[in-house]
């Protein structure tokens, strides 16, 4: 959401749609300066409250458990940092990340990146979108140019939009990863 935030109905669709659970970011300053926030693991009700009134812009992610289960801690976003955390509420100074689809080279880049960095591999349950938020902290942002995967990632002060297979422009300011929600989910869907 840009400019423009979706109605209780729309949320509710998309909800429905990808019924896992949900995760928001936004921007606040607080006394260190511009950080982003995020909620996640969120039911229907919490992610309707929030999407009506956290600031413009922000990011709302409803997931499909493509792998690593049916977990609020896999909801997105991720900080993207060395840790990794899968915290269901948290702030950073640093980028947050959403992604959709499936990353199928999650595992072995992982691997690839665990035996060159010879850093340990945070706990926890892992995600394609965990990994590639972790990868990421690694080896920079421009590393999403090289994997075509539907991904945004959100800072303090910008962010940066990977079009993978492409976005679709619900209005102008606000944009989704697709449109299945409209189609099939939902009162009159």
């Not at 607080?30 to 995020?38: E, L």
């Not at 640093?94 to 595992?107: A, C, I, P, Q």
């Not at 992982?110 to 902290?137: E, H, I, N, Q, Y």
């Not at 945004?152 to 929600?181: A, C, H, M, R």
């Amino acid at each position: 959401s840009e400019s423009v935030r979706p109605t209780e109905e729309q949320v509710e669709k998309m909800f429905e749609a990808n019924p896992s659970g949900a995760g928001i970011a936004w921007r606040e300053v607080d006394g260190n300066g511009p950080v982003v926030r995020w909620e996640k693991g969120l039911e229907l009700e919490k992610i309707q409250e929030l999407c009506a009134v956290v600031p413009l812009p922000y990011v709302a992610h409803f997931r499909i458990p493509s792998c690593g289960g049916d977990s609020g801690a896999l909801c997105h976003p991720f900080p993207v940092s060395r840790e990794s955390s899968v915290a269901l509420s948290g702030k950073t100074k640093e980028y947050v990340l959403f992604h959709n689809g499936h990353w199928s080279e999650w595992k072995r880049t992982m691997l690839d990146t665990v035996l060159k960095s010879g850093k340990k591999l945070p706990m926890g349950k892992w995600s394609d979108s965990r990994a590639m938020a972790w990868v990421v902290a690694h080896y920079g942002i421009g590393f999403l140019d090289l994997i075509d995967e539907k991904v945004i990632v959100f800072g303090p002060e910008d962010y940066d939009v990977f079009p993978g297979t492409g976005w679709t422009k619900v209005q102008e300011g606000l944009w989704t990863s697709n449109n299945f929600w409209e189609r099939s989910y939902g009162r009159g869907g």
